[in-house]
T-cell receptor
């Protein structure tokens, strides 16, 4: 039971570099989410998707982009990384008609 | 006012103590209430889930929702060192399945 898989687990970027955080789920969930978690700040929604081909902005979308070409994959793209993007990033998915989200193990990103 | 508020702690208790974790929320339209547990360097995982008001018990854990005061509680009986984690409350509107609102989390340490 893989569930939600995120790669990489850790990454250090230099200011101005770009990268893609990968997220894949094997539960056939239509809904997928990207959050960032900063110390003491809880989870902030970056982007979400209600199905393949459909994405929408969350609370803190600036500096990020997403795509959803398949049900399984929901990559998060960071363009021109900035120190403010240093955080732990979590991907989550949930089935239709359910409030319960299933989270990946997270990606720890440092931008120096 | 934040939609969901939670005392961040940290909360430290001796093993065997009864723990009470609390959240308040601002929107009376919220109908689904959840508690997630997050161990250090891991993703959140669902612990308890309730719909509307009332209590729900699962082993040593009891979730309580008081919609009249917009108050959510999680009680842990006979607390164990393995309960040491951050606990996040979360809520969702019945008519909007898109976004779950998370509290910032309370850090709990159970001391042997």
């Amino acid at each position: 039971n893989a569930g939600v898989t995120q790669t990489p687990k850790f990454r250090i970027l230099k200011i101005g570099q770009s990268m893609t955080l990968q997220c894949t789920q094997d539960m056939n969930h239509n809904y997928m989410y990207w959050y960032r978690q900063d110390p003491g700040m809880g989870l902030k929604l970056i982007y979400y998707s209600v199905g393949a081909g459909i994405t929408d902005k969350g609370e803190v979308p600036n500096g990020y982009n997403v795509s959803r070409s398949t049900t399984e994959d929901f990559p998060l793209r960071l363009e021109l990384a900035a120190p403010s993007q240093t955080s732990v990033y979590f991907c989550a998915s949930r089935p239709d008609m359910s409030a319960i989200q299933y989270f990946g193990a997270g990606t720890r990103l440092s931008v120096l | 006012q934040k939609e969901v508020e939670q005392d961040p702690g940290p909360l430290s208790v001796p093993e065997g103590a009864i723990v009470s974790l609390n959240c308040t929320y601002s929107n009376s339209a919220f109908q689904y209430f959840m508690w997630y547990r997050q161990y250090s360097r891991k993703g959140p995982e669902l612990l308890m889930y309730t719909y509307s008001s009332g209590n729900k018990e699962d082993g040593r854990f009891t979730a309580q929702v008081d919609k009249s005061s917009k108050y959510i509680s999680l009680f842990i009986r006979d607390s164990q060192p393995s309960d040491s984690a951050t606990y996040l409350c979360a809520t969702l509107k019945e008519t909007s399945y898109d976004k779950v609102i998370f509290g910032p989390g309370t850090s709990l340490s159970v001391i042997p």
